[in-house]
């Protein structure tokens, strides 16, 4: 059976504390777009559907916090992201911990369907910009430029 390595000291200590560094870094400059792509819908959704609930419970007089977890949940997405990123880098592995691996394809439906929201989100903000003049002259040029590339064309 080979043998484990210690890496928590020694000369190799420091090259694996900038390797994981590095990691965190670049997963965290991922995440600043990415996080946000889903974030921003994520949360309009949230906050439409508590605004709809709000009316339901002033008008029959039910509990409003049924909804509440979810609007949380969607407030603290982003933020959470950076958490989890920091948290799983910066701490060392517990090995004796029973980790278990979680299947992608259990939520694959689930981000999927995040996916499609996001993208349909911000292609009607975009639109919507776009019809009404409200672009940015910089993106109105990016995205003239995009659509006429000769590999959205085939």
């Known amino acids: 059976m080979p043998q ?16 994981k560094l590095s990691v965190v870094i670049l997963t965290t400059v991922i995440w600043i777009p990415l996080g946000f792509f889903f974030w921003i ?33 969607s407030i603290e997405f982003y933020p959470r992201g950076f958490r989890i990123i920091f948290d799983v880098l910066a701490s ?5 911990a029973g980790i278990e691996a979680v299947p992608i394809g ?23 910009l776009e019809s009404y003049h409200a672009f940015p002259p910089v993106l109105h040029d990016l995205l003239k430029t995009i659509s006429a590339s000769p590999l959205l064309r085939r």
């Not at 890496?7 to 390797?19: E, K």
């Not at 605004?51 to 916090?65: E, G, I, K, N």
């Not at 369907?113 to 919507?128: D, H, K, N, P, R």
């Open 106 to 128: 259990k939520f694959a439906g689930r981000i999927i369907v995040e996916l499609v929201w996001a993208g349909l989100f911000w292609a009607t903000i975009l639109y919507g």
């Open 41 to 73: 819908p994520l949360l309009g959704r949230s906050v439409a559907i508590f605004s709809v609930m709000v009316l339901f419970s002033a008008l029959t007089r039910t509990d409003p916090r049924l909804i509440q977890r979810q609007l949380e949940q």
């Open 92 to 96: 060392p592995l517990d090995h004796s």
């Open 4 to 19: 484990s390595h210690d890496y928590r000291s020694g000369p190799t200590a420091f090259i694996v504390s900038l390797l």
